[in-house]
């Protein structure tokens, strides 16, 4: 396989991936198979299309659809502070879909944050791409808010089909948990303690994008509650909930909530590396290193989220092997968001 085709082949996974995912939490779709046995973390998804969403104009346009109906219960802090660390999107793309949503929904108020009042002065950008990462014919008539920040678009047309988050099942669990207590880093750190047998809260901060300090703390005031129960071990405190704490809040039978920003952020960084290396006719050798040094960093913070065989066929790799080892380790990035076997996992 060349990279060309890796590229291609890995664009419509992640794609795939995207559409089940928001098809699961609203957005009107037909895919063949649904994500229960999941908690979706909503702002990872949002900035992962923020990225990825620029190669399907109608996922990237049913996403706006969604949030006009969905987005006050978008952590939009959480948002910019995953797009930031992980080098989702742009700034540009965040401001414009931000005004986008508060000129929609005026009430909205948290989205005003994500606008930068003073955008760049810079040569305008076709905001869509081919799935080779190429960018689009630019617009005849292109969209006045996305001109403002610097991306060229079609006019805006949304068909109205957005829904409601789901009520029932494990995808929206979070969503559902907003809905009843608000925006609150709580919600996360629930369903990923009834994902898990136990965790610190270091894996915590990892696992769910909260600094170590913000998690510890939230755990801290949740264990005085007696649903949370702490643990001491050695020089950490491993928090755990008791059984049906939260039967009814959270959905029944074993489900997972993955470390969704490192997992899209480890098939970002191979795109973009790999589309780096192709254009520069970089040997299979070279592309290699350059991976290599480049997920060194996500392969550190999948392991402290609790994910420490991600990519583990590729670093071990070597010679002609490599890119069917990182062809191998990127599908199964993808499979973990297959439905959940009934056993219940022990991460």
Request: hydrophobic residues 45%.
């Amino acid at each position: 396989m060349s990279l060309k085709d890796f590229e291609i082949e890995l664009t419509n996974g992640i794609l795939d991936l995207l559409w089940r995912q928001w098809c699961a939490l609203g957005v009107p779709g037909n895919v063949p198979e649904r994500l229960e046995g999941h908690i979706l973390d909503p702002e990872a998804l949002l900035a992962a299309t923020m990225e990825f969403g620029r190669r399907d104009a109608r996922l990237f346009d049913e996403v706006l659809d969604w949030l006009l109906i969905n987005g006050d219960l978008i952590n939009v802090t959480r948002l910019k502070s995953i797009s930031r660390n992980h080098r989702f999107g742009t700034s540009n793309i965040l401001s414009a879909v931000g005004e986008f949503v508060v000129g929609s929904k005026r009430t909205f108020i948290g989205w005003r944050t994500m606008v930068d009042r003073k955008p760049a002065r810079a040569e305008p950008l076709v905001l869509f791409r081919d799935p080779c990462g190429d960018a689009l014919p630019a617009p005849r008539d292109p969209d006045p808010l996305f001109e403002k920040f610097g991306l060229l678009r079609e006019r805006i047309a949304l068909k109205g089909h957005g829904l409601p988050f789901p009520q029932s099942g494990s995808p929206a669990a979070i969503l559902r948990l907003r809905a009843l207590f608000g925006v609150t880093s709580r919600c996360e750190l629930c369903c990923l303690l009834a994902a898990r047998t136990s965790l610190s809260g270091t894996e915590a901060a990892w696992a769910a994008g909260y600094s170590p300090r913000a998690a510890q703390a939230a755990l801290a005031d949740m264990s005085r509650s007696g649903i949370l129960r702490a643990q001491p071990l050695g020089k950490e405190i491993r928090y755990s909930m008791a059984s049906g704490s939260l039967g009814g809040l959270l959905p029944a039978g074993p489900f997972h909530y993955l470390p969704a920003a490192t997992l899209y952020d480890a098939l970002r960084t191979v795109l973009v590396t790999v589309r780096q290396c192709r254009h520069h006719s970089a040997s299979e050798t070279l592309t290699s290193a350059i991976l290599l040094e480049n997920l060194q960093p996500i392969v550190v913070a999948a392991t402290r989220a609790g994910y420490p065989q991600l990519l583990s066929a590729t670093v071990r790799a070597t010679g002609d092997g490599f890119l069917e080892a990182l062809r191998r380790d990127t599908q199964e990035i993808l499979d973990l968001w297959r439905p959940v076997a009934a056993t219940r996992s022990a991460r």
